[in-house]
């Protein structure tokens, strides 16, 4: 069974930094794209970053590229998002996730070719 639990979210004001954790259990970092995804309120989720399985390939939006970092912790299980230049608009609940198909060559970027979820942390950031 795989279990995801996010932790790092919080309030910070515009131009600062937070950094997310992801601890996985169940699923392999050596074998599937793992991504991170933020929710508002009335909205999709929609994509921020992708790891794909093998060696380091990163994937970002638009929105957040050159900001924000995605990283993995192999001995420790862990997914990171650090996050920097924080701006009010990336207020969001940050969701990790994995991908329902291992080794797939470019990690997806629709919420849908993801099957495990993690519950959620809040992000907020003040003006």
């Known amino acids: 069974q795989v279990q995801l639990v996010e932790s790092g979210g919080g309030l910070v004001q515009a131009g600062g930094s937070l950094r997310l954790s992801c601890a996985a259990s169940?699923?392999?970092?050596?074998?599937?794209?793992w991504g991170w995804f933020r929710q508002t309120p009335g909205n999709e989720r929609e994509f921020v970053a992708a790891l794909k399985w093998s060696g380091n390939a990163q994937y970002y939006a638009d929105s957040v590229k050159g900001r924000f970092t995605i990283s993995k912790s192999i001995p420790k299980d862990t997914l990171y998002l650090q996050m920097d230049s924080l701006k009010p608009e990336d207020t969001a609940i940050y969701f990790c996730?994995?991908?329902?198909?291992?080794?797939?060559?470019?990690?997806?970027?629709?919420?849908?070719?993801?099957?495990?979820w993690g519950q959620g942390t809040q992000v907020t950031v003040s003006s």
């Open positions: 169940g699923r392999t970092f050596t074998s599937y794209n």
């Open positions: 996730a994995t991908e329902s198909s291992h080794y797939r060559n470019n990690p997806r970027r629709l919420p849908k070719d993801y099957d495990c």
